[in-house]
C-alpha cells in the first residue's frame, strides 16, 4: 500500500534507540522526518539484555532477522539471591502474552542496525551537535527552537523552525535542562562498571541473563556471540572499598562474589571497563507546544530488569503513532495521553523493581518451595505456574502495567510471604 505523504517536519535530537525507532517509524508514515546526532556514543554502550515486549518492535520495523543474527537467543533470566538459592525465569511461561524469548544484543552493531533502518525507510540523518535556543510561543509559553546554525543544516526547511522538535538525547535532557524542567528523583545513586570477558563459563540454558545479588548492588552476566559481559552497580561509596579505579572495583567484585567468582575464574578482559552513573528519574514536564520527548529523555528506571531499551523503542513506537495518526492541531492531546501511557509504565516498572530491591520477590520464592514442599500436588503446582506467567509477563513487558497481575503481585507480596524476611533478601 502507498502512503500519503504527511506535510510534517519532525526534527528529532537523538539517534539512540529512542531517536532512531521514531525516524524510521515516522518516515514509513510519510513524515519529513530528520534526526541529529553528535556521534559522542561511546564504543561500549550498557543496555545489553533485551526484553521479549521488543520483540514486537522489531517485527513491526522488519529487523528481528537482523537482530537474530547480531544477538543471542535469550531465553529468560536467573536471579541468584543468595549463594544456594535461585530464582529462575523462563520467558516461556508467557506464552500466549508475548513472544517466548528475547535477544540479547551487543549494542554498537544493534544501534548501527536501528539506524540504518531509519535511513533506509526514508528518514534524513544529519550528524551534528544540536544547538537550541529558547523562543516564546504567541501564547508566552518557553519552548526549546534549534539554533539558526542547525537550522541551516536542514536548507530545503528554508530556516522555518519544524512543526514538532522531540528530544531524543538520553539522559542529557536537552529540552529539560534548557527550560528548566524538574524531575522525581529515585532513591538509588549507583555506579556502574562493565566490560567484555572471554573464557568464561557461560550461563546455563544458553543466552540466559544472570543477575547475582552483590552487598549493596547487584551484578549482571550477559551472553553475546563471542564474550560475556560482566557488569556491577553497587552503591557509590561501597564501591570504592575496592580499589581506587574502575579496573580495580570490578575485578575485585567479581572475585569476591561466588558465583562470579567460579564463571569468570579464567576470564581475560577483551575491551576496557566502561563506567556509567545509575539512578531513577521520571520527568515532571514531557511536552510543551511543538516540542515532545521520547526513551531515556523523559524518564529511566533502574536497569535490574532491563526495561530501558523497550521503553525507549516503545515509546518510539507510541509517539511514532501520536504524530502520524493525528493532525498537527490534535497533537496536544494525543501527547497527553502517550505521556500518561508513558509515566504508568515507568511507574509500574518502578513498582516491580523494588520488590526485587527490596527482597519480597525472593522471600515470596522461598514461601512458594516450603508450600510445595509441605503440600504437594497439582494445586501448589497449578498456583506456581500462575503466578510465574504473571511475574514473567511482567518483566517481560508485555503485562508490566496490567491491573489484574501488578495487584496479584501486591496482594502476594503483602498477604503470602511466610517464615521469611524479605530484609534478609534486600539489597542495601
Ligand atoms: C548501568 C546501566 C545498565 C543498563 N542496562 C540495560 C539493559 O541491559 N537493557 C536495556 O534495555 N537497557 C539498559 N540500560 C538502559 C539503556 O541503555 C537506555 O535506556 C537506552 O540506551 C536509552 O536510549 P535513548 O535512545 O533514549 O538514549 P541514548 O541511547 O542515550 O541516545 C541519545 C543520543 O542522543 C545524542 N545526543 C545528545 N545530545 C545531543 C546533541 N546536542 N546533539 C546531537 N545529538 C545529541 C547522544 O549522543 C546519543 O547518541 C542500562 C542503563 C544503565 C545506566
Known sequence: MKISPKPYRVGIIGAGPAGATLAALLAKEGVDAV????????????????IPRLVTVFRRM??????AKLGTYKPGVTWIFDENDALELSFTAMRGVLPTYAYNVPRKPFDD?????????????????????TGRTERGELVPRLAAETLALVPDWNGRQPDLLVDASGRRRLFAKLLGISAR???????????????????????QTIITRLKHGWSWRIPLL??????????????????????????????????????????RRITPVTTYANYQLISDQGHGEGWVSVGDAY????????????????????????????????WDVAFQDYLAWF???????????????????????????DMARRFPGKISMVMQRHF?????????????????????????????????????????
Open 185 to 207: 528523583l529515585g532513591q538509588r545513586k549507583d555506579v556502574s562498571h562493565f566490560a567484555h570477558y572471554e573464557n568464561c563459563v557461560m550461563p546455563k540454558p544458553a543466552g
Open 299 to 330: 524518564g529511566f528506571v533502574d536497569p535490574m530488569l532491563s526495561p530501558g531499551l523497550c521503553m525507549a523503542m516503545t515509546s518510539a513506537e507510541m509517539l511514532a503513532d501520536a504524530i502520524a495518526q493525528n493532525r498537527p492541531e490534535q
Open 226 to 267: 563471542h564474550a560475556l559481559s560482566i557488569g556491577v552497580v553497587v552503591d557509590k561509596e561501597h564501591a570504592k572499598k575496592y580499589g581506587s579505579t574502575p579496573e580495580e572495583q570490578l575485578e575485585a567484585m567479581i572475585d569476591q562474589n561466588k558465583p562470579l567468582a567460579e564463571a569468570g575464574m579464567n576470564r
Open 343 to 369: 509515566r504508568e509504565n515507568l511507574k509500574a516498572w518502578q513498582e516491580l523493581v523494588d520488590i526485587f530491591y527490596g527482597g519480597q520477590i525472593f522471600a515470596l520464592q522461598r514461601t512458594g518451595t
Open 388 to 428: 510465574e506467567k504473571n511475574i514473567s509477563g511482567m518483566a517481560g513487558g508485555g503485562l508490566t502495567t496490567h491491573p489484574y497481575s501488578r495487584n496479584l503481585l501486591r496482594f502476594m507480596t503483602r498477604f503470602g510471604i511466610y517464615g521469611h524476611e524479605p530484609a534478609d533478601f534486600a539489597i542495601a
Open 113 to 133: 542496525l536501528v539506524h540504518e533502518t531509519a535511513v533506509k525507510s526514508g528518514a534524513r540523518f544529519i550528524p551534528c551537535t544540536v544547538k537550541l535556543e
Open 35 to 50: 534526526f541529529f546526532d553528535d556521534g559522542k556514543r561511546p564504543e561500549m554502550v550498557v543496555g545489553e539484555s533485551l
Open 62 to 67: 522488519g529487523i528481528e532477522d537482523e537482530v
